[in-house]
Each structure stands twice: as C-alpha cells, then as structure tokens.
C-alpha cells in the first residue's frame, strides 16, 4: 500500500509557472511508476505525464510537452511536475497516482492503483 498526498497548487497568472510535489508513504517508493493526471470542470481526467520507476523513462501528453516536466527523487519519496508557461486551460485539479508494485508507468489511468486527493491549479489569463 502507498498513500500519496499533493502539494504546490494555486493561483497563477498565464505565462507563469507552478511546481507541483506527491509525497508517497507506506512502501518503497522505487517500486512504483509514477503519473500526473488532471480533470477540468465537466471533463474526463486525462492523462498529463509519467516517470518510470527509476526515473529514466518519461511520457507526457501532446499538450503540455516543451512545458512541463516530471521528475522524481526516491530518497525523498516524492514525485514532482514543473508546470511552465501554463495556460488557462490548464486550470484543473492535478492528480498523482502510483501504479501496483513494479508494474510499468503508462497513459492510462487504469494503469495506477493509488491516487491522492487532488491539488487545484489555476491559471488566469
């Protein structure tokens, strides 16, 4: 089992950026692959990035390449996404999720297991 809990959301400006952390507990925390997702008002969740589980593999989604970047320190169990140059449409609850142990990271959320709460992010234009 491992719990996950977001931080770093907020209220921000276009153009600007954020950096969102997922703080995991309960297991070792290399074990897992590791996602973003986020869900707009009235929309689907949908798929943002995902880190391997030794961080060498990376994937993100079409529309935020060239802007954000997933990283990960497994000393620090904690799983990051570099939001730059955000826009208003990337206002969304941004969501981490762990996949089962040792399973590989993916696009789709039927990959991961473990979610936490969700953290706001805002961006006004």
């Known amino acids: 089992q491992v719990q996950l809990v977001e931080s770093g959301g907020g209220l921000v400006q276009a153009g600007g950026s954020l950096r969102l952390s997922c703080a995991a507990s309960?297991?070792?925390?290399?074990?897992?692959?590791m996602g973003w997702f986020r869900q707009a008002p009235g929309k689907k969740r949908e798929f943002v990035a995902a880190?391997?589980?030794?961080?060498?593999?990376?994937y993100y989604a079409d529309s935020v390449k060239g802007r954000f970047t997933i990283s990960r320190d497994n000393a620090k169990k904690t799983v990051y996404l570099q939001m730059n140059s955000l826009k208003p449409e990337d206002t969304a609850v941004y969501y981490c999720?762990?996949?089962?142990?040792?399973?590989?990271?993916?696009?789709?959320?039927?990959?991961?297991?473990?979610w936490g709460q969700g953290t706001q992010v805002t961006v006004s234009s």
């Open positions: 999720a762990a996949t089962p142990p040792y399973a590989s990271a993916g696009t789709e959320a039927s990959t991961y297991d473990y």
């Open positions: 309960g297991s070792i925390f290399s074990t897992y692959g």
């Open positions: 880190i391997a589980r030794s961080g060498g593999i990376t």
